[in-house]
Nanobody, 121 residues
Framework: QVQLVESGGGLVQAGGSLRLSCEASGSIFSIDVMGWYRQVPGKQRELIATITSGSSTKYADSVKGRFTISRDNANNRVNLQMNNLKPEDTATYLC???????????????WGQGTRVTVSS
Protein backbone atom coordinates (compact mmCIF):
# COMPACT_ATOMS: atom_id res chain seq x y z
CA GLN A 1 0.00 0.00 0.00
CA VAL A 2 1.23 3.49 -0.84
CA GLN A 3 0.91 6.41 1.56
CA LEU A 4 1.69 10.08 1.06
CA VAL A 5 2.87 11.95 4.15
CA GLU A 6 3.25 15.73 4.15
CA SER A 7 5.32 17.88 6.46
CA GLY A 8 6.41 21.48 6.80
CA GLY A 9 3.22 23.45 7.29
CA GLY A 10 2.81 26.09 9.95
CA LEU A 11 2.19 29.74 10.75
CA VAL A 12 4.17 32.46 9.01
CA GLN A 13 3.87 36.21 8.54
CA ALA A 14 3.08 37.70 5.16
CA GLY A 15 6.24 37.93 3.08
CA GLY A 16 7.75 34.91 4.78
CA SER A 17 8.65 31.48 3.46
CA LEU A 18 7.79 27.86 4.14
CA ARG A 19 8.94 24.60 2.60
CA LEU A 20 6.55 21.69 2.31
CA SER A 21 7.68 18.12 1.74
CA CYS A 22 5.81 14.97 0.85
CA GLU A 23 7.18 11.46 0.82
CA ALA A 24 5.49 8.48 -0.78
CA SER A 25 6.08 5.26 1.11
CA GLY A 26 5.66 1.69 -0.09
CA SER A 27 7.31 -0.68 -2.55
CA ILE A 28 7.29 1.92 -5.30
CA PHE A 29 8.86 1.40 -8.70
CA SER A 30 7.88 4.75 -10.22
CA ILE A 31 5.58 7.73 -9.91
CA ASP A 32 4.60 9.66 -13.04
CA VAL A 33 3.24 12.90 -11.60
CA MET A 34 3.53 14.43 -8.15
CA GLY A 35 2.14 17.72 -7.05
CA TRP A 36 0.41 19.98 -4.59
CA TYR A 37 -3.15 21.20 -4.30
CA ARG A 38 -4.69 23.40 -1.67
CA GLN A 39 -8.09 23.44 -0.07
CA VAL A 40 -9.98 26.23 1.65
CA PRO A 41 -13.29 25.37 3.33
CA GLY A 42 -16.21 26.20 1.05
CA LYS A 43 -14.03 26.46 -2.04
CA GLN A 44 -12.98 24.05 -4.74
CA ARG A 45 -9.66 22.25 -4.38
CA GLU A 46 -7.06 24.26 -6.30
CA LEU A 47 -4.12 22.91 -8.26
CA ILE A 48 -0.94 24.68 -7.15
CA ALA A 49 1.91 22.90 -8.91
CA THR A 50 2.78 19.58 -10.51
CA ILE A 51 6.01 17.95 -11.61
CA THR A 52 6.51 14.89 -13.78
CA SER A 53 9.17 12.21 -13.41
CA GLY A 54 11.02 14.04 -16.17
CA SER A 55 10.87 17.29 -14.17
CA SER A 56 8.33 19.13 -16.31
CA THR A 57 6.49 21.58 -14.10
CA LYS A 58 3.20 23.46 -14.11
CA TYR A 59 2.07 26.21 -11.75
CA ALA A 60 -1.14 28.00 -10.95
CA ASP A 61 -1.01 31.63 -12.06
CA SER A 62 -1.57 32.72 -8.46
CA VAL A 63 1.76 31.23 -7.32
CA LYS A 64 4.03 31.67 -10.35
CA GLY A 65 7.25 33.38 -9.41
CA ARG A 66 6.72 32.71 -5.70
CA PHE A 67 6.46 28.92 -5.36
CA THR A 68 8.90 26.33 -6.69
CA ILE A 69 8.20 22.62 -6.92
CA SER A 70 11.00 20.08 -6.95
CA ARG A 71 11.29 16.34 -6.82
CA ASP A 72 13.63 13.60 -5.60
CA ASN A 73 12.74 10.56 -7.68
CA ALA A 74 15.12 8.25 -5.84
CA ASN A 75 13.30 8.90 -2.55
CA ASN A 76 9.79 9.43 -3.97
CA ARG A 77 9.66 12.88 -2.49
CA VAL A 78 8.22 16.15 -3.71
CA ASN A 79 8.89 19.56 -2.20
CA LEU A 80 7.21 22.93 -2.48
CA GLN A 81 9.25 26.01 -1.64
CA MET A 82 6.86 28.87 -0.92
CA ASN A 83 8.28 32.40 -0.83
CA ASN A 84 6.67 35.80 -0.41
CA LEU A 85 3.63 34.21 1.17
CA LYS A 86 0.37 36.13 1.24
CA PRO A 87 -2.65 35.80 3.55
CA GLU A 88 -4.62 34.39 0.61
CA ASP A 89 -2.20 31.45 0.52
CA THR A 90 -3.71 30.25 3.80
CA ALA A 91 -5.09 26.76 3.20
CA THR A 92 -4.59 23.08 3.77
CA TYR A 93 -2.00 21.86 1.28
CA LEU A 94 -2.40 18.34 -0.03
CA CYS A 95 0.20 16.19 -1.73
CA UNK A 96 -0.86 14.32 -4.86
CA UNK A 97 0.63 11.43 -6.80
CA UNK A 98 -0.66 9.90 -10.02
CA UNK A 99 0.21 6.73 -11.92
CA UNK A 100 2.15 5.15 -9.07
CA UNK A 101 3.61 1.75 -9.96
CA UNK A 102 4.42 -0.77 -7.24
CA UNK A 103 5.37 -4.44 -7.23
CA UNK A 104 1.72 -5.50 -7.01
CA UNK A 105 -0.39 -2.84 -8.74
CA UNK A 106 -0.72 0.61 -10.24
CA UNK A 107 -2.43 3.44 -8.34
CA UNK A 108 -4.16 6.43 -9.85
CA UNK A 109 -4.86 9.66 -7.99
CA UNK A 110 -3.42 9.27 -4.48
CA TRP A 111 -3.74 12.00 -1.84
CA GLY A 112 -2.02 12.83 1.41
CA GLN A 113 -3.84 13.94 4.55
CA GLY A 114 -2.80 17.56 4.15
CA THR A 115 -0.69 20.06 6.06
CA ARG A 116 -2.02 23.39 7.25
CA VAL A 117 -0.42 26.67 6.14
CA THR A 118 -1.51 29.89 7.81
CA VAL A 119 -0.21 33.27 6.66
CA SER A 120 -0.89 36.21 8.95
CA SER A 121 -1.11 39.78 7.70
Amino acid sequence: QVQLVESGGGLVQAGGSLRLSCEASGSIFSIDVMGWYRQVPGKQRELIATITSGSSTKYADSVKGRFTISRDNANNRVNLQMNNLKPEDTATYLCYADRVVTASRRYLGLWGQGTRVTVSS
